[in-house]
């Protein structure tokens, strides 16, 4: 018998301000947090401005959002009546969802729009759900506890997807969608070692341009900017979080030596990684 929870990794839970320690996912001074899990996150009162790659997002009663792995977030304000439900998921979601191709097509979409609305009736459903799902969790496993949990996360994973389809504007083809999260992707692993868009273009079978218009037209935003942006999070954590000198960062990172990462990265921040650090290291 399979504990699904440990088996995936799964972790849900409800914060309530009110009753709750603080949100504990933001670096001191509004910084980003990257996470190596998968969160689906509900509101089900208050509200919070939330930073979601670079972009701030209202959230508010009846809205959802979805963050992909790695994905740079923080809450920088939230009212003191927040009701969240989290779903946390650390381990392989492809493995838990019932179609693969669906849920890479809702990763698409999430790093496309991150945050959607949901009527009131659809609310008190995932509610529901998640509140079912986590009593189950909280129960010692069983076989049919753990097919009902996949299952129900199966659902909710449904729900999601057919909301942000009904959502989704017109104009990108499918052939985009998937080359834009190939990149991301191809992005989370290589960035440490490549910062040059030919390498992604090359790596993913296509010419530069084309790359460079289809990342433009899912996201908004050039491949070099989500480059330098994966590589500046990088920078910070390592310098907030780690004892490594700059050079020993620099080398980490594939920058030809420390002083070429400095100026990278006050080009970037307009602060030096010694000033960073100063004031962010804890």
Not at 72 to 88: E, G, K, Q
Not at 152 to 160: F, H, S, V
Not at 172 to 200: D, G, I, P, Q
Not at 222 to 236: A, D, G, L, R
Request: glycine share 4%; with cysteine.
């Amino acid at each position: 018998m399979k504990d699904i929870k440990a088996e995936f990794e799964i972790d849900l839970y409800n914060i309530n301000v009110n009753e709750s320690p603080p949100l504990e996912i933001r670096y001191p001074g509004g910084e980003y947090i990257t996470l190596n899990c998968f969160l689906a996150i509900i509101c089900i009162e208050g509200e919070a401005d939330i930073f979601i790659n670079y972009k701030k997002y209202h959230m508010s009663k009846s809205s959802f959002v979805i963050l992909e792995r790695n994905i740079p977030f923080f809450f920088s304000t939230f009212s003191n009546d927040l009701n969240i439900d989290v779903i946390r998921i650390g381990g392989n979601v492809d493995a838990i969802a019932h179609d693969e191709s669906l849920r890479v097509q809702m990763g698409i979409n999430a790093r496309e729009k991150p945050l959607y609305s949901i009527s009131e009736y659809k609310l008190d459903f995932f509610h529901r759900i998640h509140s079912y799902m986590k009593y189950l969790m909280d129960c010692p496993p069983d076989t049919f506890s753990s097919l009902i949990i996949k299952n129900y996360m199966n659902i909710l994973m449904l729900e999601a997807y057919k909301i942000m389809q009904e959502d989704k504007k017109p104009g990108t083809s499918k052939r985009e969608n998937t080359l834009a999260f190939n990149f991301l992707h191809c992005l989370e692993e290589n960035f440490r070692k490549e910062r040059k868009v030919r390498f992604y273009a090359d790596k993913l079978n296509v010419s530069t341009k084309h790359l460079t218009c289809s990342i433009m037209e899912v996201t908004g935003k050039h491949p070099s900017t989500w480059i330098e942006n994966y590589s500046v999070m990088e920078i910070k954590k390592l310098l907030s979080m780690s004892s490594l000198s700059i050079k020993e960062i620099s080398y980490e990172l594939n920058f030809s030596s420390s002083s070429h990462l400095s100026h990278f990265f006050k080009q970037q921040t307009g602060m030096t990684p010694v000033e960073y650090r100063k004031k962010y290291s804890f």
